[in-house]
């Protein structure tokens, strides 16, 4: 059974910055490496919003309202998947998800998620 496992979840200053990290375990390096790793965030009483992603192939893909702020990367051989946020805002505080998933058969799998507060 796969499990994603998010961390690095916190409460920091407006203009601040964390690192957020997604392990995978139930899962070869391998197999990892054909999965695309997306986060998304939700906050109370609002739908999940996507935030990044990055592919299979590395290519990576950004929501409008954290381009040039988040930068996602991956390991495959850690099995690992991190966004590095910087210059946060308040309106970055939400619960944040890791999503993986393999588009040629509809295999996905959802973290728990970590939360990010932004508050001065």
């Known amino acids: 059974q796969v499990q994603l496992v998010e961390s690095g979840g916190g409460l920091v200053q407006p203009g601040g910055s964390l690192r957020l990290s997604c392990v995978a375990s139930g899962i070869s390096p391998i197999s990892f490496g054909t999965y695309s790793i997306e986060w998304y965030r939700q906050t109370p009483g609002k739908e999940r919003e996507w935030v990044a992603e990055?592919?299979?192939?590395?290519?990576?893909n950004y929501a409008n309202s954290v381009k040039g702020r988040f930068t996602i990367a991956r390991d495959n051989a850690q099995k690992m998947v991190r966004l590095q946020m910087n210059n946060l805002k308040l309106e970055d505080t939400a619960v944040y998800y890791c999503?993986?998933?393999?588009?040629?058969?509809?295999?996905?799998?959802w973290g728990q998620g970590t939360q990010v507060t932004v508050s001065s």
């Open positions: 990055i592919t299979y192939d590395n290519n990576k």
């Open positions: 999503h993986a998933v393999r588009r040629t058969n509809n295999s996905n799998y």
